[in-house]
């Protein structure tokens, strides 16, 4: 049976057996990263008005198209998110969803924005005392202003969030935090302080794929610096790292051979082409993520053919670097209109959350009012009560003795 009549037939069974069979699908759906079968979920799980499984599944499906690099729709379908898990005020998974859409602007090169998504998510996490959160929010920030030019700011925040990142012994965080710090470093020409601090991200990486990120980075340092043989040594060690452990596709497969065709220009022609190509072959792939290092690497194969006479060629990667031009416009504007829909729609949020803030006050207000009422109102029952039980008293021994009085002149 193929897979488009399973899933139907499966999510109709889960309808006529009610939500827990809803909730195995969706698990289901997010073990295997199956957008389709996420999909259908979610449209069930409106039909039934199951909002939470509605908001989660909203989540795991901008998640999967964020992994795809379909960068608008991913924002669209957080968006989707978003507006559920305000309706169940989640402030977690509010400022998660915030936190991925941040991201997806950073990952598309459009940090300003990016930056205003993070201090929204950093407010809701500070709220929650959530200090890992808090960290790894500063440290995108960080990064921010690094893409920014801001470097001096950069530097402080990642000083500060390698303290944090210490005490709380988030070496995932420290490894992330060292490897952005050694390409500011680099980046300002500081190179000693670029390399002992990717030395201390190679100390804290935790996967095959960081170690291929850091001798990229570091052959990457030696090749500005004008040492192209230990710049040479340490790609080729990151490309054997990809090739002996079978790794398919890394994030700096493309870069590695775009720094090793850089090494080999204007020395072997034919070798620098052939890495550009094997680059080229990388990034096109990965257009809007990684849009920065496709241009430059066609332009170098625009200007290599170009001198070998292949115009043809040279016209093709201009082509290239025209059509990519105009998906980025496209797509920024159409993230700022995401952007201002989601200022409109925080302000809304925020403004009703405000108006319920005040009346769940009022109502306290009044609770306190009629609690010190009620208090003074007992106390006031409780003089009159003692007033009434004294006169009785009173009473009581006037009737005592006028009866005493009268025993002894009746005696």
Not at 113 to 136: E, G, P
Not at 256 to 281: H, Q, V
Not at 337 to 361: C, G, W
């Amino acid at each position: 049976m193929s897979k488009l009549v399973f899933i139907p037939l499966v999510l109709i069974s889960a309808m006529s057996f009610g939500q827990p069979d809803l909730q195995e699908l969706y698990d289901s759906a997010r073990l295997t990263s199956n957008i389709e079968l996420a999909q259908k979920v979610n449209q069930a799980a409106r039909k039934i008005k199951d909002t939470r499984l509605t908001a989660n599944s909203h989540y795991l499906i901008a998640y999967l198209q964020k992994k795809n690099e379909s960068f608008y729709q991913a924002t669209a379908s957080y968006f989707d998110a978003l507006e559920a898990y305000r309706s169940l005020n989640d402030k977690e998974q509010i400022a998660n969803v915030i936190e991925n859409i941040a991201n997806i602007y950073s990952k598309t090169g459009f940090h300003d924005t990016a930056l205003n998504y993070y201090f929204d998510a950093l407010t809701i996490k500070k709220a929650m005392n959530d200090t890992r959160a808090v960290n790894k929010l500063n440290a995108h920030i960080a990064f921010q202003y690094q893409q920014l030019g801001k470097h001096e700011d950069a530097i402080q925040l990642y000083e500060a969030t390698i303290e944090d990142a210490k005490q709380s012994n988030d070496t995932i965080r420290l490894y992330w935090i060292y490897n952005n710090l050694g390409r500011l470093y680099r980046i300002i020409k500081r190179y000693p302080d670029a390399h002992m601090t990717y030395q201390k991200a190679l100390e804290f990486s935790y996967s095959l794929d960081d170690k291929v990120g850091i001798y990229n980075n570091i052959g990457y340092l030696y090749l500005c610096s004008g040492d192209t043989a230990a710049a040479t040594t340490n790609l080729k060690k990151g490309l054997k790292l990809l090739q002996d452990d079978n790794i398919k596709e890394s994030d700096f497969t493309g870069t590695i051979y775009s720094n090793l065709g850089n090494i080999y220009a204007g020395k072997e022609a034919d070798s620098s082409l052939l890495f550009f190509e094997k680059s080229f072959s990388f990034f096109q792939h990965h257009q809007i993520a990684m849009s920065e290092e496709f241009f430059e690497v066609c332009k170098k194969l625009k200007e290599i053919n170009r001198d070998k006479g292949n115009l043809h060629e040279a016209l093709k990667y201009s082509d290239n670097i025209d059509l990519l031009t105009a998906d980025l416009l496209e797509l920024r504007i159409n993230l700022n209109d995401m952007y201002n829909q989601y200022q409109v729609e925080a302000a809304t949020y925020k403004f009703a959350s405000e108006e319920k803030a005040r009346a769940l006050a009022r109502q306290l207000e009044i609770a306190q009012y009629i609690k010190w009422t009620l208090a003074a109102l007992a106390a006031i029952l409780v003089t009159l009560l003692v007033l009434l039980y004294r006169k009785n008293r009173k009473i009581q021994f006037a009737q005592d003795t006028a009866r005493k009085i009268y025993k002894v002149i009746h005696s």
